[in-house]
């Protein structure tokens, strides 16, 4: 059974730090391509950052500069580690895999910024 687990989100002030983790079971993650996504409420799901497994990134405008995407293939996880957060980043963050036709999404982690 492939699973994709989520953790390190919370409640942080503006200008604050989070990492995030993504650790994938049932897979070989480093042959998927991996990625962070995003719902605030009232959104769609939107791409925050993305690393193909041959280790290209890319990033949503909204966080390049401020955001970056990492994968441990050894550990099968992938990072997103966001700094300079701002409370338009506040939503709850979902891992992503995908290789050709097949998708596996993780169930989400709740980031919010507030002071």
């Known amino acids: 059974q492939v699973q994709l687990v989520e953790s390190g989100g919370g409640l942080v002030q503006p200008g604050g730090s989070l990492r995030l983790s993504c650790v994938a079971s049932g897979i070989i993650s480093s042959i998927y391509n991996m990625g962070w996504y995003r719902q605030a409420p009232g959104n769609e799901r939107e791409l925050v950052a993305a690393?193909?497994?041959?280790?290209?990134?890319n990033y949503a405008d909204s966080v390049k500069g401020r955001f970056t995407i990492s994968r441990d293939n050894a550990k099968n996880t992938v990072v997103l580690q966001m700094n300079s957060l701002q409370p338009e980043d506040t939503a709850v963050y979902f891992c992503k895999a995908n290789r050709f036709y097949i998708t596996y999404w993780g169930r989400g982690t709740q980031v919010t910024v507030s002071s």
């Open positions: 690393t193909t497994s041959g280790g290209s990134t």
